[in-house]
């Protein structure tokens, strides 16, 4: 039984698309969705469920942190039966020759956090990644859609404030992005054998300083939403086959 979604048994469709915001949430489902119904604001994670595409969808404000996207994420698969899961956020970028609005599909989710170690035990540093089949699709939708997208590794922290990080060396090494969800998300879809991507929008460049305003976080990232969107209706229509 869910405690954090109060939601009836069927309200939920198989596939979530995941923004942290509420704000979000509500911005998508409203001017994405059609027949929207919003069938929870248990903590203001406000939770729809509409039409896109002919395909019925949910949409699901997780907050922020490797721990609240965790608690959602479980509840979704385990009490409401979701197949696929879809992160529609933002990250900070880390590398070079990323841009802000850069879209980032994230491949595998590096973490300071002791999520993996509190799982697995000593001696296993399991590594989160996304369904090769949702990151394939996604970067063809977005390449084909002529947007700015990158794929590869991303770092999910812990903690956002934590200067001591060595953040040039993450770069060095390939990660392209920092956020605070993705490895949390990609550990309870490994759980639960469920499909999850998580893919961001870039709305700040951390060794450049320079950030987007909370206003075009909250309502400016179309171009990552219709992917999204058009990722979950295919996969929508592929587990009604």
């Not at 550990?187 to 054998?193: E, F, K, P, T, V």
């Amino acid at each position: 039984m869910s405690i954090h979604i109060d939601a009836a048994k069927g309200s939920v469709a198989p596939v979530v698309l995941l923004p942290g915001d509420p704000l979000r949430a509500e911005y998508m489902a409203t001017n994405f969705l059609t027949d929207v119904t919003q069938y929870n604001v248990v903590r203001a994670a406000y939770g729809y469920t509409g039409t896109y595409q002919g395909q019925r969808l949910s949409i699901q404000a997780t907050g922020m942190g490797i721990p609240s996207m965790t608690i959602y994420a479980t509840e979704l698969m385990r009490d409401f039966g979701a197949q696929v899961l879809i992160r529609t956020g933002t990250a900070g970028g880390l590398a070079d020759d990323i841009q802000l609005r850069d879209i980032v599909l994230s491949q595998a989710a590096s973490t300071d956090s002791s999520i993996i170690a509190n799982t697995f035990g000593p001696g296993i540093t399991f590594a989160p990644c996304a369904d090769f089949a949702l990151l394939r699709r996604a970067e063809e939708l977005a390449q084909d859609a002529g947007y700015r997208v990158r794929v590869g590794n991303t770092l999910g922290e812990d903690r956002f404030y934590n200067d001591e990080m060595d953040k040039q060396k993450l770069a060095d090494y390939g990660v392209l992005a920092a956020e605070m969800e993705t490895p949390g998300l990609y550990l309870a879809a490994a759980h639960y054998h469920r499909q999850a991507l998580a893919m961001m929008t870039v709305s700040d460049h951390i060794p450049r300083d320079e950030h987007m305003s909370p206003d075009a976080r909250q309502s400016t990232l179309d171009d990552m939403i219709r992917i999204a969107l058009r990722l979950g209706s295919e996969a929508a229509a592929q587990l009604d086959e």
